[in-house]
């Protein structure tokens, strides 16, 4: 069955540090792969979208790779603040549906 | 723009009653998501729609469960009768359409069933 699978529940971090979360997925062929973040109480809000065609993708401190051989993409938050702090879900488009892993809640302390 | 508008934003019942969840896309999008979102499961989508047209229902979870799409502005999901396991929130998102790219979400219906 298909499964999309995010590192952890939670990553906590010092403020300036480089955060890292996984995102993995099985039996799974996405179009496209994208990354929301989600603030308590609220809907989540969208940040990248990266191709299956593309290796990388940067917006700011944010950058997202995508390796469809390994099925896994990483998200990285350079330059970490506090403001960061929130869950990140990622999302698989199959370029029909759009389905989503549990996500994963980052604190970052100042 | 107003973005996706969810009603109600918090809605508490009593087991057995019917429960009527509504959202208004964003206008000019196509494609409409109902998801639902618990601690346990995470977000699921329950079903969506393209051009007011349900394409995949596979994950609504029971009969119980039922969604429309009158026209390109509205959409509802109903659950009847409610029961204590439907207690989450509820999501509605848009985009322009299937394939597109980034999905806008609704604010979400905290349902809490007693």
């Known amino acids: 069955s298909q499964k999309i699978e995010q590192n952890s529940e939670a990553l906590n971090i010092q403020e300036g540090k480089t955060a890292t979360l996984t995102c993995n997925y099985t039996?799974?062929?996405?179009?496209?792969l994208q990354w929301y973040r989600q603030d308590p109480g609220r809907g989540p809000v969208f940040l990248l979208l990266i191709r299956e065609n593309e290796k990388e993708k940067r917006k700011e401190r944010l950058k997202v790779t995508f390796d469809t051989t390994l099925k896994q993409s990483l998200f990285h938050i350079t330059a970490s603040q506090p403001a960061d702090s929130a869950t990140y879900l990622c999302?698989?488009?199959?370029?029909?549906?759009?389905?989503f892993g549990a996500g994963t809640r980052l604190t970052v302390k100042p | 723009d107003a973005g996706v508008i969810q009603s109600p934003r918090h809605e508490v019942t009593e087991m057995g009653q019917e429960v009527t969840l509504r959202c208004k896309p964003i206008?000019?999008?196509?494609?409409l998501f109902w998801y639902r979102q618990t601690m346990m499961r995470g977000l699921e989508l329950l079903i969506y729609f393209n051009n007011n047209v349900p394409i995949d229902d596979s994950g609504m979870p029971e009969d119980r469960f039922s969604a429309k799409m009158p026209n390109a502005s509205f959409s509802t999901l109903k659950i009847q009768p409610s029961e204590p396991r439907d207690s989450a929130v509820y999501f509605c998102?848009?985009?322009?359409?299937?394939?597109?790219?980034?999905?806008?979400f609704g604010e979400g219906s905290r349902l809490t069933v007693l």
């Open positions: 999302a698989l488009d199959s370029g029909n549906d759009m389905r």
């Open positions: 998102a848009s985009t322009l359409g299937l394939g597109t790219g980034e999905l806008f």
């Open positions: 039996n799974y062929s996405p179009a496209y």
């Open positions: 206008s000019g999008h196509n494609s």
